[in-house]
C-alpha cells in the first residue's frame, strides 16, 4: 500500500510538471487571440525617457477607434477616426507638434505581443518563460545578432513615426532588456517593462541638426480595465478643435453662412487679430506683459496672463529640447543654453506688422502678418562653408564638429543681424465657445516667416 501511494504521489507531481512545460509561442498565440478580442482598455506608464521622469495614462477604445492620452495631468491627447486634439494646460496643440507621442502609444502598446511576434523569427528563441501561480513570466533573451535585427526592426518604426521622409542608415544597439506579465487566467498582458538604449544613426539629410539620436526608454506599464473603458472625454480645447483645420484654399472655396452682424464680424476679426499679435510678442519677442488684458475670452485676466506667460516660456524650452535631443550627446547642457538665448536674441531683431484678418467661419478666422525674418539659411550655409573648409585645414576636430558648429551659430546668433525678405504670413485661428482664440500651429509664422 505505501509503495503505491508513492507511485501515485510521483504521477501527480509528473503531471504538474507537464502542465507547466508551456511555450513561449503558446502563451504567445494565446495573447494575441485574446488582445484582438479587447475592445477597450487602460495604460498606465511610468520611468525615464532620455533621462526625463515620464508618467502617462492612455485610455484606448480599439472597437470605434478613440484613444486618449494624458501626460503628467498637462499635456492631453485625444483621437478618433475624424479628429485629433492636443491640449497643454488648456492650450490646443496641433498634430504635427504632438501627433506622433499618441501614435507612438497606439503603435508599441496596443498590440504588444503581436509587434514582437512580428518582430522576431522565432519568439522561442529569443524569449524565456517562467511560470507563476497566476502568471507567466516572458523574459527577452536574444544575442547579439537577434538583438541587432530587433533594434533594425524599431528603430525603423521610430523614424516613420518621429522623422517624416528621414532613412535610417544604422541602429546600434547599447541595452535592451523585455519583460511581459501575462495573466495566466485570461492570457492578456498585464504589465510590460523594458529598457532599451539604441544608438539610431540617420541618413544625410541638410535639414537635420545631427546625423543620429538615441531611442533612449526605460519604462513600466500595466494594462487594466479590459473591456471596462467608459465614454472617452475630449480635452476642453475641443469644442475649437473638431476636425482640425483645413487647408485655407479649401475653406475658402467652400460657402460657409455667418449668422452673426457686421458689428460682430468686425469686433471677432479684430479679436483673432489682438490674440495673433499677443502670441508673435509673447512667443518671438518674449514679451507677454499685458497679455492678459489683450486677448478676448471669458477666462479672468490672471488665466489669460498666465496662459500668455506659459506660451513664452514653451517657446524657449522646446527650442531648448530639440536642440538638446539632436546635439546632446556631443554638446554641453551650457553650451545649449547658451546658444538658445543667442537664438532668441537674433529673432528678436525681426520685425512685423498684423495687416489683415477675416473670418471663414464663426470658429475659424485667418490672419495675415506683414514679417521681415531672420535669414537663416544663410547664416546656416555660412557656417557649413566655414567648417568644412576648416576640418579640411585640419583646424578642427573632425571628430567633435558639432561643438563648434554651436560655437559658430552661437557667434553668428549674437554677431550681425541678417535680415530677410519682407513676407506675408497667414495663421489659421479658433474660436472656442468661452470666446477665447488659439492658434494650432506656429511654425505658420515661424517657419519661412520670422526664420528664413
Not at 480599439?62 to 501626460?71: N, V
Request: aromatic share 10%.
Amino acid at each position: 500500500m505505501k509503495v503505491r501511494w508513492i507511485w501515485l504521489f510521483i504521477i501527480i507531481l509528473f503531471m504538474g510538471a507537464c502542465s507547466q512545460q508551456v511555450t513561449v509561442e503558446e502563451v504567445f498565440e494565446r495573447g494575441i487571440e485574446a488582445q484582438e478580442a479587447v475592445d477597450s482598455m487602460v495604460l498606465e506608464t511610468s520611468g525615464q525617457t532620455d533621462s526625463f521622469d515620464l508618467n502617462w495614462v492612455a485610455e484606448m477604445n480599439m472597437s470605434e477607434g478613440i484613444y486618449s492620452l494624458q501626460y503628467d495631468n498637462a499635456l492631453e491627447i485625444y483621437k478618433d477616426k475624424d479628429t485629433f486634439i492636443g491640449s497643454l494646460d488648456g492650450e490646443a496643440l496641433d498634430e504635427y507638434t504632438v501627433g506622433f507621442l499618441i501614435n507612438k502609444v497606439i503603435a508599441e502598446y496596443e498590440q504588444l505581443l503581436k509587434r514582437f511576434d512580428n518582430y522576431v523569427e522565432d519568439v522561442n528563441e529569443v524569449f524565456e518563460i517562467e511560470v507563476e501561480d497566476e502568471h507567466y513570466i516572458i523574459t527577452y533573451i536574444g544575442d547579439e545578432e537577434q538583438q541587432q535585427q530587433l533594434a533594425d526592426q524599431m528603430s525603423s518604426e521610430i523614424i516613420t513615426l518621429v522623422y517624416e521622409g528621414v532613412e535610417m542608415s544604422e541602429a546600434e544597439v547599447e541595452n535592451m532588456e523585455f519583460v511581459i506579465t501575462i495573466d495566466k487566467e485570461s492570457n492578456l498582458v498585464a504589465e510590460f517593462e523594458q529598457k532599451v538604449r539604441i544608438k539610431i544613426h540617420l541618413e544625410d539629410d541638410e535639414e537635420l541638426f545631427t546625423d543620429h539620436f538615441y531611442f533612449d526608454e526605460d519604462l513600466t506599464t500595466s494594462y487594466s480595465q479590459f473591456d471596462s473603458v467608459g465614454e472617452i472625454d475630449m480635452p476642453v480645447v475641443s469644442e475649437s478643435s473638431l476636425g482640425g483645420i483645413e487647408e485655407l484654399d479649401e475653406i475658402e472655396a467652400t460657402p460657409v453662412t455667418i449668422d452673426l452682424s457686421d458689428e460682430e464680424i468686425e469686433e471677432m476679426q479684430e479679436e483673432a487679430a489682438n490674440y495673433v499679435d499677443a502670441l508673435v510678442q509673447a512667443t518671438v519677442f518674449q514679451n507677454a506683459d499685458g497679455f492678459g488684458d489683450q486677448v478676448a475670452g471669458s477666462h479672468s485676466v490672471e488665466e489669460k496672463q498666465a496662459s500668455g506667460e506659459m506660451q513664452r516660456d514653451m517657446f524657449v524650452e522646446f527650442y531648448r529640447q530639440n536642440t538638446k535631443m539632436n546635439m546632446g550627446e556631443y554638446v554641453s547642457d551650457e553650451l545649449i543654453d547658451e546658444l538658445t538665448d543667442a537664438f532668441m536674441h537674433a529673432i528678436s531683431q525681426t520685425s512685423y506688422e498684423v495687416i489683415d484678418s477675416q473670418i471663414i467661419s464663426d470658429e475659424q478666422f485667418v490672419v495675415t502678418l506683414s514679417i521681415t525674418g531672420m535669414l537663416e539659411s544663410t547664416i546656416m550655409e555660412d557656417i557649413e562653408n566655414q567648417l568644412i573648409e576648416e576640418i579640411e585645414q585640419g583646424t578642427v576636430d573632425g571628430d567633435n564638429w558639432i561643438e563648434y558648429q554651436v560655437e559658430l551659430m552661437i557667434d553668428a546668433y549674437n554677431g550681425e543681424f541678417v535680415e530677410g525678405e519682407t513676407t506675408e504670413a497667414t495663421v489659421s485661428v479658433l474660436r472656442d465657445d468661452t470666446g477665447s482664440y488659439h492658434v494650432l500651429m506656429q511654425d505658420e509664422y515661424l517657419l519661412g516667416g520670422f526664420v528664413q
